[in-house]
């Protein structure tokens, strides 16, 4: 049973990194403000999903698996908000989107 | 920092040190973002996954060290970066422009 | 390991100073100290020192980037051209940090088992405080009873700071009619998802800040954070229900009251254990059993801190926050 756990921690662990460190990535390289926080994102709701979980499994039934469970709910409300909040300023402060100029053919 | 006598995830250090790597470098990479970004917004995004990587950071480190009671700080670190950006996102809107953006009505 | 997280943490560090430094648009400063103190608080974390760490968060990465933010829309944010003088300053900088450094060599390694700090009152604190006081948490026990004297001196310096800006900046009473209230100070009250994300989360961090408030004696907390991650939840408050409602939940003479009453509630502690036989913040004659009365009295200063904290903080947040007219 430990070893399925720990064979199950490490694969979340892994993809969680490999996740947060393509959005990282995907941060850097875009061209444009909007598909950027896209990018970014991810990060923040996959990374964080896939790393907690490895974590709590680690953890086992204890209290620190309350608070893994708490700070991982906390930041599945709050960069979403964020996010959102960001994207909202942006706009109304008059960023465009990178295609925003080009053709406005209603082809998609 | 050594692993508490008896603390049971001590054995499985070596993927916690993977992960903290690949959280460290992405945090590199918001930097960059932070320093790179041409416009405000940028800088704020690349502020905003900074400090949700330090939580992940945290809360791995924690594990890493066998110290479980220091998921506090992680806790309390997600909700000022939450702040934090809802801050500068209200502050920056209600900002005096300066003489330069009234001219290019752009902001740096 | 800690080394390599130190290394990697503290080589960000020197890139984000770097960047403060150059940046001419003062609202990326700002932005990057918020980045230098998630940083150092993650350096001061993997060496082990929780307090230090989730202090350096609340107060330097959360509370004080706002402050800054609220003084910074207030004025330009452009940096102004450097003037004339920068050889001599240059010169001064160099002169000091080569002043530091040489100072540097006469200190003991790097957890040196002979260095002074661990030679003379720190093994004693370590060996006595399950005898005398009885808490888990030596930092709380040291800085809430033994170094008590301190931690009042530290609360009136909070307090002085809070008078000294509220002296600068005061609180200006300026009628307004209602709609031309509500267009101004609007906060992100149009912005129904972070107002509706923050009307669930506030009650949260509010209950998380009592939480480290009053479990700073059995692991990493105490005072001085709980009031700042308090007053962070009240600002968030602030920022989505616009000010005119924040200054109508608290109003200025209730944080000024908070402010002052804090402090005098420490005083009051320490004279109590004067009147009930013992020294000055003397804590073990507060009850009948010394180390309950330790305890309790290590419980009743931190929430005087907390109060004064807070209030200080948000103070300070409103003289900045209720002046912004735009």
């Not at chain 3, 960000?12 to 648009?25: E, H, Q, S």
Request: proline share 4%; aromatic share 8%; with cysteine.
């Amino acid at each position: 049973m430990n070893t399925v756990l720990d064979i199950l921690s490490w694969i979340l662990l892994t993809l969680g990194g490999l996740a947060v460190l393509t959005g990282g990535i995907g941060a850097l390289r875009m061209p444009d403000l909007y598909t950027r926080m896209h990018s970014a994102s991810v990060t923040d709701s996959l990374g964080a999903i896939l790393v907690i979980s490895g974590i709590m499994l680690q953890a086992g039934l204890t209290l620190a698996t309350l608070k893994l469970a708490a700070i991982l709910l906390f930041l599945l409300l709050t960069s979403p908000t964020a996010s959102n909040a960001l994207a909202t300023a942006a706009l109304l402060a008059g960023t465009r989107p990178l295609d925003d100029e080009d053709s406005g053919d209603a082809s998609t | 920092m050594k692993c508490m006598p008896g603390c049971a995830h001590c054995e499985a250090t070596s993927m916690y040190i993977v992960v903290s790597l690949a959280l460290i470098t992405t945090m590199g990479i918001a930097l960059a973002r932070a320093l790179l970004g041409p416009s405000v917004y940028d800088r704020v995004l690349a502020v905003n996954m900074f400090g949700t990587k330090t939580v992940l950071l945290l809360s791995v480190i924690a594990f890493l060290y066998g110290r479980p009671d220091f998921l506090d700080l992680a806790l309390a670190y997600a909700l000022i970066n939450f702040i934090g950006v809802l801050a500068v996102l209200e502050f920056f809107r209600s900002r005096v422009p300066d003489a330069r953006e009234r001219r290019t009505g752009r902001h740096g | 390991m800690t080394a390599l997280f130190g290394v990697f943490l503290l080589s960000l560090l020197v890139i984000t100073a770097i960047g403060i430094v150059r940046a001419t648009n003062l609202f990326v400063a700002v932005m990057l100290m918020g980045i230098a103190s998630l940083l150092i608080a993650a350096n001061f974390f993997i060496l082990d020192a929780a307090d230090v760490a989730l202090t350096e968060a609340a107060v330097g990465a959360g509370v004080a980037t706002v402050l800054f933010l609220g003084a910074l829309s207030l004025t330009t944010s452009r940096e102004r051209a450097p003037s004339a003088n920068a050889l001599v300053s240059g010169i001064v900088t160099v002169i000091a940090a080569l002043i530091v450094i040489y100072a540097t060599f006469d200190k003991p390694q790097f957890g040196d088992p002979n260095a002074p700090v661990h030679t003379h009152v720190a093994p004693w604190y370590l060996d006595k405080t399950p005898e005398y006081i009885d808490i888990p948490n030596v930092v709380t026990a040291v800085l809430g009873s033994y170094r008590s004297y301190d931690t009042m001196g530290e609360v009136f310096v909070v307090f002085t700071a809070g008078i000294g800006v509220l002296f600068l900046l005061g609180t200006r009473r300026v009628s307004r009619s209602l709609e031309e209230e509500s267009k101004i100070n609007l906060g992100l009250r149009h912005h129904l998802i972070p107002r509706t994300i923050g009307r669930l989360v506030i009650p949260f961090i509010l209950l998380f800040g009592l939480y480290v408030q009053f479990h700073g004696e059995y692991g990493p907390g105490g005072a001085f954070q709980a009031g700042a991650i308090i007053a962070a939840s009240l600002i968030l408050y602030a920022l989505l229900e616009g000010e005119r409602h924040a200054l109508e939940l608290l109003p200025p003479q209730v944080l000024l009251f908070m402010m002052a009453g804090g402090a005098l509630f420490y005083a009051a502690v320490g004279i109590a254990g004067m009147l009930l036989g013992g020294n000055f913040l003397d804590f073990s004659v507060l009850l009948g059993d010394s180390v309950k009365g330790q305890q309790i009295g290590i419980l009743l200063v931190e929430f005087g801190v907390g109060v004064t904290v807070t209030g200080t903080l948000l103070s300070i947040y409103h003289a900045f926050a209720a002046r912004n007219t735009r």
